[in-house]
């Protein structure tokens, strides 16, 4: 292990997918500056590969994440939006393969707020979130203050972010913070399920439908014209001619 690395981050590539899985048991995968740090290069090297269709996220134990851990944030010297924390949030930001999120236990603080970047979401039934910012003094991170209003509305945010209460897998759910729901034993499964369905998709088409999804409000007739230019491209490109041809070919 190298002095750059905290061993609590498992990289494994199964079938053109990223598997990370956090390892720091122990501390519930609390997350330090190296965590952060390992995170983001793990995203950015799959990024830049065009052979991975999507990334796994997930946690061991019973946890997915407790968030920060308080002793190592606070021991950050020089305190910027270049620290290995918010790195990781902007390269979040920026992500364009898809970032699927197994949440099996504590999803706490960044535990949280990372959902809001992650284009599928699936949950143990024993998992339990919180927002718990303000009792520590502190304000939303990781743009939520943006995102979580826009997903559950003004009202709903405010109740999250303002009084910091846990909520239960159910809860998030019906606020369409995950997709879905599933007992604590079927949750790798439907992640193995997920990851093999999105391994069958055009990698090129999975990020370009991504890259549309995320985009910012804008004029409905502008969407039109971006999703035309890229839909033709698209449409000239081989495999989405091969696509059709075997689409063609069952239909006879």
Same mark, same amino acid.
């Given at each position: ?8 981050? #498992?990289?494994?590539? %199964? ?10 048991? +122990? %501390? #519930?995968? *609390? ?9 983001? %290069? !793990? /995203?950015? +090297? ?5 052979? $991975?269709?999507? =990334? ?9 994440? &407790? ?6 944030? @606070? ?16 390269? @979040? ?5 898809? /970032? ?7 999803? $706490? ?5 990372? /959902?809001?970047?992650?284009?599928? =979401?699936? !949950? ?14 502190? =304000?939303?991170?990781? &743009?939520?203050? @943006?995102?979580l209003p826009k997903l559950v509305g003004h009202l709903r945010a405010s109740e999250l972010l303002l009084l910091g209460d846990s909520f239960d897998a159910s809860a998030a759910l019906a606020y369409g913070l995950v997709n879905k729901v599933v *007992? ?10 997920? !990851?093999?369905?999105? *391994?069958s998709k055009p990698r090129a088409g999975l990020r370009a439908a991504k890259r549309l999804i995320k985009e910012q409000d804008e004029p409905v007739a502008d969407r039109i014209e971006r999703e035309a230019h890229i839909f033709i491209k698209a ?6 001619? #091969? ?7 069952? %239909? #006879?």
């Amino acid at each position: 292990m190298n002095k750059h690395s905290s061993g609590f981050v #498992k990289q494994e590539v %199964k079938q053109g997918v990223l598997w990370l899985t956090l390892t720091r048991t +122990d %501390k #519930k995968n *609390a997350l330090t500056q190296t965590m952060y740090l390992e995170l983001s %290069k !793990a /995203l950015q +090297d799959a990024d830049r590969d065009s052979s $991975i269709s999507a =990334v796994i996220l997930t946690g061991s134990g019973d946890s997915f994440t &407790a968030g920060n851990d308080l002793h190592d944030f @606070l021991a950050i010297e020089d305190l910027d939006d270049s620290a290995p924390p918010f790195e990781f949030l902007y390269t @979040l930001s920026r992500l364009s393969v898809p /970032l699927v999120a197994g949440v099996n236990g504590l999803s $706490i603080g960044i535990g949280t707020t990372i /959902l809001l970047h992650c284009d599928l =979401v699936y !949950a143990s039934s024993s998992a339990t979130f919180a927002l718990p910012f303000i009792n520590l003094g502190l =304000v939303p991170e990781a &743009a939520s203050s @943006l995102l979580l209003p826009k997903l559950v509305g003004h009202l709903r945010a405010s109740e999250l972010l303002l009084l910091g209460d846990s909520f239960d897998a159910s809860a998030a759910l019906a606020y369409g913070l995950v997709n879905k729901v599933v *007992a604590p034993e079927q949750l790798a499964v439907e992640l193995e399920q997920v !990851a093999a369905a999105l *391994a069958s998709k055009p990698r090129a088409g999975l990020r370009a439908a991504k890259r549309l999804i995320k985009e910012q409000d804008e004029p409905v007739a502008d969407r039109i014209e971006r999703e035309a230019h890229i839909f033709i491209k698209a449409l000239s490109s081989e495999t989405a001619r #091969k696509a059709i041809a075997e689409r063609l070919q069952r %239909k #006879k």
